[in-house]
Each structure stands twice: as C-alpha cells, then as structure tokens.
C-alpha cells in the first residue's frame, strides 16, 4: 500500500489549499483514512478522519468548520479541503491509512498501518 499526497504549499492566512492523498494497492472503500500534520517541535496531530464506508468523519476542534474531508472511489483518492487558513496551521501535512474493520480511534496514531511521506503547508501573515 502507497500513499502519495500532493497539494501542499504557500498561502497566505485566510486562503484555502487543497490536499490530496491518493492510495495504491488498497482501495479506500475498505480502508478509513487519516489525515494529521507534524509542525517543528511539536508532536504529530490529528487533522480529519473518513471512515472507510465514507460515512462518518471525524475532525480535530482546532479545525472544524474550516477543513473537510471527502473522497473520490473512481480516483482512490482523499482530499483535504483547508479554508481560512491560519498560520498555526503550518505543518507537514500526512495522510494514513487504517487496514482494520472497525473505526473506533480515528484520532490515534497508532491505529494507522500506512503513512504517506507528507506534503508542506505553509500559512503566512
């Protein structure tokens, strides 16, 4: 299983950025899917979740009602959708993927089996 994610840049606070994750060897209709970032210094933190039925989603209060998470079945992709960016946001943004039927921890770490290589985002002033 692959993970690639795309999409990660420079914007200014209050823009928006798209990121993608796009999943090989496994297809996310199966698998509930992670998003979390990593700043300097920091721990890694969780972003968003999808389970695997697409279903439900979970998201972190430091971004709820600004990110949403969707994905595309035809593509095996999923998207990060980040609106009113600010620069606390900045981070290494990561998707992960989930092999497990259930969907009980989305937040945890280690409850992923895969992880991208991650994608830079930058918010400035």
């Known amino acids: 299983v692959q993970l690639v994610e795309s999409g990660g840049g420079l914007v200014q606070a209050g823009g928006s950025l798209r990121l993608a994750c796009v999943v090989s060897g496994r297809s996310v209709t199966t698998t509930n899917m992670g998003w979390f970032r990593q700043a300097p210094g920091l721990a890694r933190e969780f972003v968003a979740g999808i389970s695997k039925s697409g279903g439900r989603t979970d998201y972190a209060d430091s971004v709820k009602g600004r990110f949403t998470i969707s994905r595309d079945n035809a593509k095996n992709t999923v998207y990060l959708q980040m609106n009113s960016l600010k620069p606390e946001d900045t981070a290494v943004y990561c998707c992960?993927?989930?092999?497990?039927?259930?969907?009980?921890?989305?937040?945890?770490?280690?409850?992923?089996?895969?992880w991208g290589q991650g994608t830079q985002v930058t918010v400035s002033t």
């Open positions: 992960a993927a989930d092999r497990t039927d259930s969907w009980t921890r989305p937040r945890l770490p280690g409850g992923y089996d895969y």
